[in-house]
């Protein structure tokens, strides 16, 4: 698939973070969707064993030191349209078992069709504007009854997150305590936050983007291959110039210095 394995270096700092409990805020949920420019898209779920149950009905159990079978949970998510790339050892934070799946699709508006991510509704479209439009909105959780006393006090977060690959020219991310416009993160990642009580209620996500149809990927490769390749055109410019003074003197009669 194009863009997969540049969009797989991409992935392993942060990923290795999250796995280990990831730096700054800490989610209960968090989904990451890395966007190719071909409109085919790697996915990472960060999330606590209960939260998995509770949003995605995943049947595991839930008990804080439960054997959880990543062969099995594969089987659980795996399906034709979607690739599951990698199923992680759990990991524990605040007396809960978290986990990692990654997965890839080939073409990103078929996400709410997939059992994992069919809460989604996804649309992108290129505007006469010469832009892209890209939309998602989360709906309610596929799972049933949430399961209680393993330490959830209300305070916990979800995120859904965007890695896009331009640049974006307009967003409707908002601060989730302020309601302020939110900051785009590195040039082109942005982060939709929502209370997790809120994403068990079924409140919607809704998630709009405007960006560039290329890629700051190609292009900035494209710059530093026309970049590179002038170097060496002036370097190979310089030596001829010696080459060739060298050659006139010895003509001359010049004894060299």
């Not at 966007?35 to 995943?58: E, K, Q």
């Not at 649309?123 to 709906?139: K, M, N, P, S, V």
């Not at 001359?252 to 210095?257: S, Y």
Request: charged share 25%; proline share 5%; hydrophobic share 45%.
């Amino acid at each position: 698939m194009p863009g997969r394995a540049l969009a797989a270096a991409a992935l392993m700092l942060t990923l290795a973070a999250c796995a280990g409990g990831g730096f700054g805020r800490q989610y209960e949920y968090d989904a990451q969707l890395y966007l190719n420019a071909d409109g085919s898209a790697d996915l990472v779920i960060n999330a606590s064993i209960p939260a998995l149950i509770a949003l995605h009905g995943l049947p595991l159990d839930p008990a804080p030191r439960a054997r959880i079978d990543r062969d099995e949970v594969r089987a659980m998510v795996g399906e034709p349209l979607l690739d599951i790339t990698r199923v992680s050892r759990v990991w524990r934070r605040d007396g809960r078992q978290f986990m990692q799946i990654r997965a890839a699709i080939e073409d990103v508006r078929n996400l709410g069709r997939t059992k994992l991510f069919g809460w989604s509704e996804v649309t992108l479209d290129d505007t006469d504007a010469g832009q892209r439009e890209f939309r998602q909105r989360i709906g309610p959780p596929a799972g049933s009854v949430p399961p209680a006393g393993f330490g959830w006090d209300g305070s916990e977060l979800t995120a859904f997150k965007l890695h896009l690959p331009s640049r974006i020219h307009a967003h409707n991310v908002r601060d989730i305590d302020t309601s302020e416009t939110g900051s785009v993160e590195r040039g082109n990642i942005l982060t939709w936050e929502q209370r997790l009580s809120d994403r068990l209620a079924g409140t919607p996500v809704d998630m709009h983007v405007a960006m560039e149809q290329g890629s700051i990927l190609y292009r900035t490769l494209w710059v530093f291959a026309v970049s590179f390749g002038a170097a060496l055109g002036l370097l190979a410019f310089i030596i001829w110039r010696i080459v060739r003074r060298g050659h006139q003197r010895n003509q001359a009669g010049i004894p060299r210095a």
